[in-house]
């Protein structure tokens, strides 16, 4: 197992994070696709590799960190930032058909997985200001208070973990 904890000023981070107006504007209620495509606190969901998977991994989140858990908006939006970070990785750089997105809640943590057949690990690169790309880790590491990957006889799981008081 690899894990890192995560510090450091969020505001310089997430002030160039825009809004995605197609969160709260989706074609279809987030209660109605966590039917169809399932609940991700019940059983890791399977999603497709495909770039869209982000969007849909994002409602999901919001869903149930806001609805189901009732969760301050801004932890709500940093692990949204999160999953769709992690998502993009498995999209991007796994080559898997599949991934798996799993919530979990305890008394004061939250804890979310993204699980790919990859055992490639993803490397935590330093960033500089005028970056455009690589930001996705070191996002991980600044907002959440822990992550870290496990390796899986087939795969392995990427994860964060964040305070939910």
């Not at 995560?6 to 966590?34: F, I, K, M, N, Y």
């Not at 301050?72 to 991934?99: C, D, I, K, M, W």
């Amino acid at each position: 197992m690899v894990a890192m904890a995560g510090q450091g000023d969020v505001a310089s981070v997430t002030e160039r994070v825009p809004d995605d107006p197609d969160e709260t504007a989706g074609s279809e209620p987030a209660g109605t696709v966590l039917d169809r495509v399932g609940d991700p606190t019940v059983r890791e969901v399977p999603l497709p590799n495909l770039p869209e998977s982000a969007r849909l991994a994002r409602r999901l989140t919001q869903f149930v960190l806001r609805q189901r858990w009732a969760l301050s908006p801004q932890l709500t939006e940093y692990a949204v930032l999160l999953v769709s970070e992690l998502v993009g990785n498995a999209v991007r750089h796994t080559g898997a058909h599949t991934f798996g997105l799993r919530m979990l809640r305890r008394t004061s943590w939250i804890r979310i997985e993204v699980r790919d057949p990859s055992r490639g690990l993803p490397c935590l690169l330093p960033v500089a200001e005028l970056d455009t790309s690589g930001r996705g880790l070191f996002l991980v590491d600044t907002l959440s208070d822990r992550w870290g990957v496990d390796l899986l006889p087939r795969g392995k799981t990427t994860w964060f973990e964040m305070r939910a008081e």
